[in-house]
C-alpha cells in the first residue's frame, strides 16, 4: 500500500536531516511542500529532485484531491518549512484526511524546534504541554494564561518575535514576574541564543534588545503550595468522628495522615492513648 511518510526538515541548520528523511524524499513519487520555495533550498542542497506541490494554509483543502492522486500511484512525503509537519502548520488536515481514508501513514523522527527548546531551557521536562501560538486578542490572552494558573506543567509556546513582549507582560500580569521562563531563540541557526530568567527579567531583556527571527517561549509550571498541617485538635477530632464511625484506627490513621500532614504512627498512637 502506497504511504504517506511525514517527514521533519532542519529547522536552520541545513545538517539537521536524517539519512532516512533524505532517502525518502529521493524514493517518493511527489513532496507536498508547505513553500516550495524554501523547500526547493533544502531539496538542492542534498541535489534531490523529486516532484513537489505546495500544501499551505490557503490550499490545503483544495489540494487533498490531487495529493490523493498521487498517493494512487505511489508514495507521497509531506514536508513543512522546517520542522515536524503537523505541529503549528496545516498538515494535521492532510494527515487526519489520510488516515479517515484508510491510507497508510508513517511519522519519521527528526526536528522540532519544540522539543529542542524545552531540552536546552533548563526548565523540568518529566512533564510538560506544547500549547502552539497564544491569542492575539487580549482578553483570550488572559483567559490562555489563566489556564495555566495552576497547571505544574512546564509550557512550550511558539510566538512571533513581534509579539513575544506583549506576550511576556501579560503572562506576567496573570502568573506573575517570577515564574521561570526560556526564549529560545533562531534554534540552531547561526544567531541562536537562549535567554533563561523569571518572566519579568524576560521582559526587561527583550524591551531593551528587539528580538528577531523565530521564537519559542517557555514558561515554568506552578509550584504545588505546601500542604496544610493539621493542629493536633482538628486530628483528635477527626480520628475520633472516624472511630465513632466504625473505622478500625489502622485505617483512620493512614487516612488522616494522607489529609493532615501528620505521621500515621503518631496518629494511631493518638488513637490508642485516647482510648485509655
Known amino acids: 500500500m502506497p504511504t504517506l511518510f511525514i517527514v521533519p526538515t532542519p529547522i536552520g541548520n541545513l545538517e539537521d536531516i536524517t539519512l532516512r528523511a533524505l532517502r525518502i ?20 542542497h542534498y541535489d534531490i529532485h523529486t516532484p ?27 514536508i513543512s518549512d522546517a520542522g515536524t509537519p503537523g505541529i503549528s502548520d496545516p498538515g494535521y488536515e492532510l494527515i487526519q484526511a489520510a488516515l479517515s481514508a484508510g491510507m497508510r501513514v508513517e511519522a519519521l523522527p527528526g526536528a522540532c ?6 531540552v536546552a531551557s533548563g526548565l523540568p521536562t518529566e512533564q510538560f504541554v506544547f500549547l502552539g501560538f497564544p491569542p492575539r486578542k487580549a482578553s483570550d490572552l488572559r483567559a490562555f494564561f489563566n489556564a495555566m494558573m495552576d497547571d505544574p506543567r512546564t509550557s512550550i509556546l511558539y510566538e512571533s ?19 521561570p521562563g ?4 533562531e534554534i540552531s541557526k547561526l544567531h541562536e541564543e537562549y535567554t533563561r530568567a523569571p518572566l519579568a527579567e524576560l521582559l526587561a531583556y527583550y524591551e531593551a534588545h528587539t528580538p528577531r527571527g523565530e521564537v519559542v517561549l517557555l514558561i515554568g509550571g506552578a509550584t504545588p503550595s505546601a500542604p496544610e498541617i493539621w493542629d493536633e485538635a482538628r486530628v483528635l477530632s477527626a480520628l475520633r468522628a472516624r472511630l465513632a464511625a466504625g473505622e478500625r484506627l489502622k485505617d483512620a490513621a493512614k487516612a488522616l495522615a494522607a489529609e493532615s500532614g501528620w505521621d500515621r504512627k503518631a496518629i494511631y498512637g493518638m488513637g490508642v492513648g485516647d482510648k485509655e
Not at 113 to 118: K, V
Not at 182 to 185: K, Q
Request: charged fraction near 25%; aromatic fraction near 4%; glycine fraction near 6%.
Open 25 to 44: 524524499l529521493r524514493e517518493v513519487r511527489l513532496i507536498a511542500a508547505e513553500d516550495t520555495r524554501t523547500s526547493r533550498v533544502l531539496l538542492d
Open 52 to 78: 513537489m506541490t505546495s500544501y499551505h494554509e490557503h490550499n490545503k483543502l483544495t489540494k487533498l484531491d490531487a495529493i490523493f492522486a498521487a498517493l494512487a500511484g505511489g508514495d507521497v512525503a509531506l
Open 113 to 118: 524546534a519544540a522539543i529542542t527548546a524545552l
Open 161 to 179: 518575535p513581534y509579539r513575544l513582549v506583549d506576550t511576556v507582560r501579560a503572562a506576567i500580569e496573570v502568573l506573575g514576574g517570577d515564574r
Open 182 to 185: 526560556c526564549v529560545g531563540r
